[in-house]
């Protein structure tokens, strides 16, 4: 067993013993059904043990009347009393059956309501994890753990599982059965046993480290088919596919290398254990036939005894396998629970700031904010917005102006600072109540797998189809809407590939008009439409903009000149604060990226995120 590794070895497994201890936990509610289960599985074991017992006896009653009939001392057979034996074999065996089919019954309910609650409890999870966990995790990574690695613990439970209670059952009770029948051809098939415990526990000790290292590849890989496949069109536009394919082949290998590790360390435990129980079985056909001989024991026992080494030594080596696989399981326990266990967003007030009709005033009060606390990106960001006024952001990339309006959405926590929301400290809302008050148009559009219809509603559920459509009307998007196949029914694919992206753009400035929200964010929301529907929209943007609070974040200076307020920023701070002209007199740094544009186009320190 001593192969190439790879880097695995050099990585530490983490704590399998306190990974199970979770997983009994999380699984105690369940424990009467298990109860149930280990029963069902004893008692189909308890008769179908006795099963051999009984054939020896008939055995030996056969032989016994062939010797007897061969020394002319009695009959030939006692069908009577094998007749009645037999039927009790019939008996014992259906019984047997009938348990069997019960357990199974019960736990496959069993693993599938797990499953169920599990992926239930991952879901939930996830809208209360902080934004910055996706954005330190590809997209892959967290699927693998929602799909891979709770499969794994479904079929464990399904199956290894109650390989594992039937095998520890049958090895009890087939031990058992054979001491009952010679202590001596006990003993004798017995010598093997700390051999084949030895190399059992050899081969579990080195297999989990490969099975965790099996599902962190699968996850690794996941994740990079997923990336490559939500962008196989900047893929392909920039001639990526060698390179993609090489990231592809590369994690692939790590996958391959843990993987056939893992399944190696699960295969080789079935030909180990059937080795062992060869030696047994040598020993006790020599001892038997000693025993024989010597009158100590039937030869129907011996024959018994035989099925029982045999029935002995098959459970250890599925229980070997079962645990080998449980390792499996149990990687993919400690990545789930890893996820359950993230530290989530800070809990919400139990009674949330709430009113019929908000005002829109906003207030920025010494605002301090970094994703790394070690790297603040806004020192001291104040600002007084009032109700109705519309407000452009602006300044270099990584100036932080998307962050600005991330932080209004409480997408993250303040390190320092406030921000009011008439009057009202964001935190005193819940986040859902906080989150009502805006309606948010992105550069990056977020389209589902569903009808446009449903698409735009998004923004409001309970909306009817003629309110979809009219603010679908005032967003420009009707009339092309309606010469797609099955206009406001077509169905947009996962990745709404079969619209542009400027026709995905509407579709989301027609879901925030449907929301009618107190306080309206656009992050260069025109970015991807031609100029001549950008007019329109713009049209329709200062209709709905007018007496409601609004945010623009614009690439183009030309679109905000009509702002009433422009914040400009810079390495986290506002370094100019005017409306469009006042700017322009000052001369400053607003001055200098507005007349860039229109001049010099736009120079390296004036780009515009």
């Not at 029982?308 to 098959?314: A, R």
């Not at 080998?324 to 629970?337: D, G, K, L, P, S």
């Not at 993250?412 to 809302?429: C, H, P, Q, R, W």
């Not at 943007?541 to 009509?562: C, G, P, Y």
């Amino acid at each position: 067993m001593d192969f190439e590794m790879g880097e695995g070895l050099a990585k530490q497994a983490k704590d399998p013993k306190q990974t199970v201890k979770k997983l009994i936990i999380y699984l105690s509610p369940h424990k009467a059904a298990f109860i149930v289960v280990f029963l069902f599985a004893m008692f189909s074991t308890v008769f179908s043990v006795i099963g051999p017992r009984l054939l020896g006896r008939v055995t030996t009653a056969l032989v016994d009347g062939v010797v007897a009939h061969w020394l002319g001392t009695g009959l030939l057979t006692n069908f009577p009393y094998m007749m009645r034996i037999t039927g009790w074999l019939i008996g014992l065996y259906i019984i047997s059956a009938l348990c069997h089919l019960a357990q199974e019954i019960i736990i496959s309910r069993l693993s599938v309501k797990v499953t169920y609650k599990l992926r239930t409890e991952i879901s939930e999870k996830m809208h209360r994890l902080p934004i910055n966990y996706y954005d330190t995790r590809s997209h892959g990574e967290v699927l693998s753990r929602i799909t891979n690695d709770v499969d794994t613990m479904s079929q464990t439970l399904s199956t290894n599982l109650t390989q594992l209670v039937t095998s520890v059952t049958t090895i009890i009770g087939v031990l058992v059965m054979m001491i009952s029948i010679s202590i001596v051809l006990t003993a004798a098939s017995l010598v093997v046993i700390p051999l084949s415990m030895w190399l059992m526990m050899a081969v579990l000790k080195r297999s989990h480290v490969y099975f965790s290292e099996q599902q962190e590849a699968l996850g690794t890989l996941s994740g990079i088919v997923e990336e490559t496949y939500s962008g196989h069109d900047i893929v392909r536009a920039y001639n990526g596919e060698i390179r993609a394919e090489e990231k592809f082949i590369e994690a692939n290998k790590k996958l391959r290398q843990s993987a056939w590790k893992a399944d190696f360390m699960t295969n080789i435990v079935e030909p180990i254990f059937n080795f062992v129980g060869n030696l047994g079985y040598v020993l006790v056909c020599i001892l038997g036939g000693y025993l024989v001989v010597r009158r100590a024991v039937t030869i129907g026992d011996v024959q018994a005894f035989i099925q029982y080494i045999q029935t002995f030594t098959q459970p250890l080596a599925e229980l070997g396998v079962a645990s080998n696989q449980m390792q499996a399981t149990i990687a993919a326990a400690e990545r789930v629970f890893e996820f359950l266990e993230e530290e989530e967003d800070s809990p919400d007030v139990e009674k949330s700031f709430k009113k019929d009709h908000y005002e829109g005033n906003v207030s920025f009060q010494n605002v301090r904010f970094g994703y790394n606390p070690d790297k603040i990106i806004l020192n001291d960001f104040s600002a007084e917005i009032s109700a109705g006024q519309t407000v452009a952001i602006v300044g270099p990339t990584g100036a932080g102006k998307t962050t600005v309006v991330k932080l209004l959405m409480r997408f993250y926590e303040l390190n320092g600072g406030k921000i009011l929301i008439d009057g009202v400290d964001a935190t005193d809302f819940t986040r859902g109540d906080l989150r009502d008050i805006f309606g948010m148009v992105l550069q990056d559009t977020w389209i589902y797998n569903a009808t446009i219809m449903e698409n735009i509603r998004y923004g409001s559920p309970n909306a009817t189809d003629e309110e979809v459509i009219a603010a679908a009307k005032a967003a420009h998007c009707h009339n092309f809407i309606r010469a797609l196949p099955g206009g406001y029914n077509m169905v947009l694919n996962e990745e709404a590939s079969n619209i542009s992206q400027g026709q995905k753009q509407l579709f989301t400035i027609a879901r925030v008009i449907l929301k009618n929200p107190t306080i309206l964010i656009l992050d260069e929301a025109t970015s991807s439409i031609d100029t001549r529907t950008e007019i329109l929209i713009q049209k329709t943007m200062k209709e709905i903009m007018q007496n409601r609070t609004s945010f623009v974040i614009a690439h183009r200076l030309s679109t905000i000149r009509n702002a009433d307020v422009i914040l400009v920023m810079k390495d986290g701070d506002i370094i100019e604060k005017g409306n469009h002209n006042e700017l322009l007199e000052c001369g400053g740094f607003y001055a200098d990226l507005y007349n860039s544009q229109f001049s010099e186009g736009i120079t390296e320190e004036g780009m515009i995120s």
